[in-house]
């Protein structure tokens, strides 16, 4: 008798590359970032269907008529890593999602995408390996999610959404190139805030990318490719709570002081991200109500604003991430 085949669930491989035409994985990707460790890996296709509810309903009885699936789209969102080259330059992974978030690199600083009439905006194709199942989704853009608990490593919290392409048969990649630089733990982190003392374990930035998946009647999916539409960094510490002689954040809230926000982690030559925001405001009420193991904590949100009267120019940009 022949032995059992069983699928392992965690025999995936995830693999992103930018893309040179909306809406089309190139011919022959590279997989030099496949290798990434991730984690939370999630492809869910979304496949409306014509049913009687809606378009087919079924006259003088009460049976259901066939479904008809309609506009296929796919959501993949995971988890990965920060680390960087351990020499120069950008990593593989930077470059192949951080201008689907519409993010712009120069010379390893990246800022928001600046739109006008003649700007385009890069999609990037995800491709999931997954046990013999080879699954795509083309034309996507991400919204993209730091999160930071102190010494622990920096973690980027990806979720995108792209045009559906139909599940193949496809071998497991071969000559995958997997990372050798470890990631930078998320402590000695050198804090600017506004030259207030921010005492903190846990870091979050939202970019907050708001997407819109394009329709598009000539493609099989019946969808282009996903842009960005909108967005609304967000900045989330707790620090310590302080006496209002020395920090009074309620006050900076109701007179929408900005602070010059800075974080950088440090992990070695090649290994670094510096987080900075030039005008960044506490846009919640202060909610002090926690504590963190006794010690009583403001919850702070902050919206990181306009630079200047001309936001989009370069270095005038709400927030930036520079890679070194």
């Known amino acids: 008798m022949a032995l059992d085949t069983v699928l392992l669930s965690k025999n995936k491989l995830l693999h992103a590359v930018a893309e040179t035409t909306t809406g089309t994985s ?102 999931l390996f997954a046990a013999g199942r080879y699954k795509q989704a083309v034309g996507c853009a991400f919204n993209l999610k730091f999160t930071g608990k102190s010494g622990d490593p920096l973690f980027l919290n990806w979720e995108g959404e792209g045009a559906w392409i139909a599940p193949a048969v496809q071998a497991f ?32 930035f939202d970019i907050g990318n708001k997407l819109y998946l394009r329709e598009d009647v000539r493609a099989a999916s019946g969808y282009r490719a996903c ?16 006496s209002f002689g020395s920090w009074n954040p309620f006050a900076d809230h109701i007179a929408s002081t900005t602070y010059s926000l800075s974080f950088t982690l440090t992990g070695g030559t090649g290994n670094n991200l510096q987080f900075t925001a030039a005008k960044a405001v506490i846009v919640d009420p202060p909610d002090d109500d926690g504590n963190r193991n006794g010690a009583m904590v403001d919850k702070l949100k902050f919206l990181c604003t306009r630079n200047t009267a001309s936001p989009d120019e370069p270095g005038n940009a709400e927030y930036a991430l520079v890679f070194s």
């Open 26 to 127: 190139p011919a022959t990707p590279n997989l030099v970032n496949a290798g990434t460790t991730l984690f939370n890996v999630v492809y869910e296709p979304k496949i409306t269907q014509t049913t009687k509810a809606n378009l087919r309903q079924q006259q003088e009885y009460l049976s259901q008529a066939i479904p008809i699936p309609g506009a296929q789209s796919a959501k993949v969102s995971f988890r990965t890593e920060f680390f960087g080259t351990g020499s120069t330059g950008v990593p593989t992974w930077a470059t192949a999602l951080l201008p689907a978030c519409a993010l712009i690199n120069a010379s390893g600083t990246w800022t928001p995408f600046t739109p006008s009439s003649t700007a385009t905006m890069t999609t990037s194709t995800v491709e």
């Open 173 to 204: 990649p071969t000559g995958v190139t997997y990372p050798t630089v470890i990631p930078p733990r998320f402590a000695g982190i050198a804090v600017s805030a506004g030259g207030k003392t921010a005492i903190f374990d846990e870091f979050e």
């Open 227 to 242: 842009i960005v539409t909108e967005r609304q960094p967000m900045l989330t510490i707790s620090p310590e709570s302080q």
